[in-house]
């Protein structure tokens, strides 16, 4: 679900504008899954209004950095550069998981994340390694690695910051939040003379990443890492890159190469070592 958001990105520029796209699909998500939870989320209203900040800072780190930012860097980075940068935030989660958290990671755990890891390179250099020295950092690169280090941030606050709220519930409040701080910048953007025509396309992009990367992908991430932990759930992230060549090759038509079957065999083997629970080192 995630890897839909390349498609959004990539098709995004000279369509809809960054802020706008990003209200769009969380203000529309956050409605939803508000009616959705409508009943727990008026039972649970004082205690949604005591932590209000909290959805408020949720809400600017997944929904405005981790949102609008990803657009706004899609304009001029490459989907290369992307993978790339974001290959590095499972470690800042797991890192993150461990030394602020107090989640405990097994020599194991650190083995298959290593391997992982080692298929996303090969995944997104494609195989040739010394492609990594051609890559070409641009301003875009910049606002991804923004993102990054965020949705590490937004991982670790949604684990450390307890809530009574189910998972439907808490997404709720966190994209509503998150849509009151974009706000100001989707007005700002509406009103440039420069904007582009609003469009069917548009409408479609905004229903997409609404419903897809928006309500199902963060939905299912917050109630992996409630049940899980964040350092264990972080390493799915590493996925990414072969979801994101697997909806490129059947939608955009992109080619599939070895790459992908090598990186793989190595992302799949990495992703059951990072999330297996050593027994050993399991909390009482």
Known sequence: MWSVNYLVARTAPDVVQPHVLALGRWGLAG?????????????????????????VVLGALGMLICGAWVYRGAQTT??????????????????GAVLWLGERFSWQQAFGVAIAMAGVFHVVVQGQWLSL?????????GWIVLCMVAWAAYALLLKKWHSPLGATARLATTALG????????????????DRPAWSNTATSL?????FVPGIGAYWAYGFCQKILGASRVAASLYLGP?????????????PMGWHHIVGAGLILPGIYLASRQNQQLKKP
Do not use: K, M
């Not at 490459?78 to 993978?83: D, H, M």
């Not at 020295?133 to 690169?141: K, N, S």
């Open 242 to 254: 072969l979801y994101g060549g697997l909806t490129a090759w059947g939608v955009l038509g992109e």
């Open 206 to 210: 905004v229903l997409l990443a609404a």
């Open 31 to 55: 409605l939803v899954l508000a009616f959705i939870a409508r009943q727990e989320i008026w039972r649970q209203r004082n205690n949604i209004r005591q932590c209000a900040w909290q959805y």
């Open 133 to 141: 020295a051609q890559v070409q950092w641009v301003a875009g690169d």
């Open 178 to 193: 998150g849509s009151l701080v974009l706000l100001p910048f989707a007005v700002a953007e509406w009103l440039s003379p």
């Open 78 to 95: 490459t989907a290369i550069n992307i993978a790339l940068i974001y290959a590095a935030s499972p470690v800042l989660i797991a890192l």
